[in-house]
């Protein structure tokens, strides 16, 4: 009876088949290509193993307990772009930012002067930012689901886990990120600085907003940038998945 070795396989493979031709091949499991609304599988080269039935019959799935990998320990795949997860969780802090600070703004001295941004304003504009780059370099985790078989919960692992934004940035595809920092250059044209020099300038925000009687302000820290800068990611993000070219 005719089976195929899994041992052969390359960790990614899902499936063997032969085509028309008799050519066989491993078929990876699919991901979305980044700037595309497109899903992409990698195809590679297989062994044959004898195969000699009819190629619209050989399609074989690879067995659930085969190379089984224990769980804490998975291979990290490549997410789509951006990781819908980690965007998810950045529009609900971007969401609250955009609230408090209109509250904000609202909120007045007894004279009538302002009274300045909120910490929480502050704080929950550093996480969407932290977060929206996180969404821009991440990978899934797939972890099976004991006694379902082909099912896996999927979750997402950043590449740069620490509250360090310019290595969020560093951690990017190059064609993502620059995309990133053309799109930012439209949004804030020179003399403003660049992504990069924004970022740099939010270093040690995100401990300073929870916990301001411990430290001083950050000396580069402006408020309205960061709140520019979580509006622009999160519109940028946006467009990738709708696939708009320009957020002008």
């Known amino acids: 009876m005719f089976e195929v070795d899994w041992k052969h396989a390359p960790k990614e493979a899902r499936w063997w088949a032969m085509d028309a031709d008799g050519k066989t091949h491993w078929y990876c499991q699919p991901t979305a290509e980044v700037f595309t609304t497109l899903w992409h599988a990698d195809i590679k080269d297989a062994p044959g193993f004898g195969y000699d039935g009819d190629w619209k019959q050989s399609l074989r799935e690879r067995p659930r307990g085969n190379n089984k990998i224990k769980k804490g320990n998975q291979p990290p795949r490549p997410s789509a772009m951006p990781n819908h997860q980690i965007k998810d969780n950045a529009d609900h802090f971007e969401r609250a930012r955009q609230i408090l600070c209109d509250a904000d703004f609202r909120y007045v001295s007894d004279n009538g002067d302002f009274l300045g941004i909120s910490m929480a304003t502050i704080n929950n504009a550093i996480v969407a930012v932290e977060l929206y780059l996180k969404s821009l370099s991440s990978n899934e985790i797939w972890t099976p689901v004991d006694d379902q078989s082909g099912i896996s919960k999927v979750t997402a692992r950043p590449k740069q886990a620490s509250h360090k934004l310019v290595k969020q940035l560093d951690e990017m595809e190059e064609m993502v990120r620059a995309r990133l920092e ?67």
Do not use: H, I
Not at 183 to 199: D, I
Not at 207 to 231: A, C, I, N, T
């Open 182 to 248: 053309e799109e930012f250059v439209v949004a804030f044209p020179a003399p403003e600085p660049t992504l990069e020099a924004c970022l740099n300038s939010f270093e040690g925000v995100f401990q300073w907003s929870r916990y301001p009687f411990e430290q001083e302000q950050p000396k580069d820290f402006k408020f309205g940038k960061l709140m520019d800068v979580s509006e622009f990611l999160s519109r940028f993000v946006a467009s990738l998945l709708s696939g708009n070219d320009s957020l002008r």
